[in-house]
């Protein structure tokens, strides 16, 4: 029942910056973890960033000092400010959100991805 739905994906120069948004609906108390991933063609998908309910993040070497994330936990919602952006982020970016729930453990919930494509 929860759902994840990503927007600000668009197209944009090298240099340039986007910001990325994700909203969680449905029935649950709270997030443990949000996050955002990505995946190219041809590549597996891999972990972009990570903000837990806290406030704790955890970033891939490849985007640190460009990419932020942030959360609103009040919101249900969480945030990619990503700058300096280079042809090796175009990707379809994808939220997913943690949640634990009793007895079942954490659930992995993935939202249905947004384009993001810069250009050279």
């Known amino acids: 029942q929860v759902q994840l739905v990503e927007s600000g994906g668009g197209l944009v120069q090298a240099g340039g910056s986007l910001r990325l948004s994700c909203a969680a609906s449905g029935s649950f108390l709270t997030i443990k973890t949000m996050g955002w991933y990505r995946q190219a063609p041809g590549n597996q998908r891999e972990l972009v960033a990570t903000?837990?309910?806290?406030?704790?993040?955890n970033y891939a070497d490849s985007v640190k000092g460009r990419f932020a994330i942030s959360r609103d936990n009040a919101k249900n919602t969480v945030s990619l400010q990503m700058n300096s952006l280079k042809p090796e982020d175009t990707a379809v970016y994808y939220c997913?959100?943690?949640?634990?729930?009793?007895?079942?453990?954490?659930?992995?919930?993935w939202g249905q991805g947004t384009q993001v494509t810069v250009s050279s």
């Open positions: 903000i837990t309910s806290g406030g704790s993040t």
């Open positions: 997913r959100a943690d949640i634990a729930r009793p007895v079942w453990g954490t659930t992995v919930y």
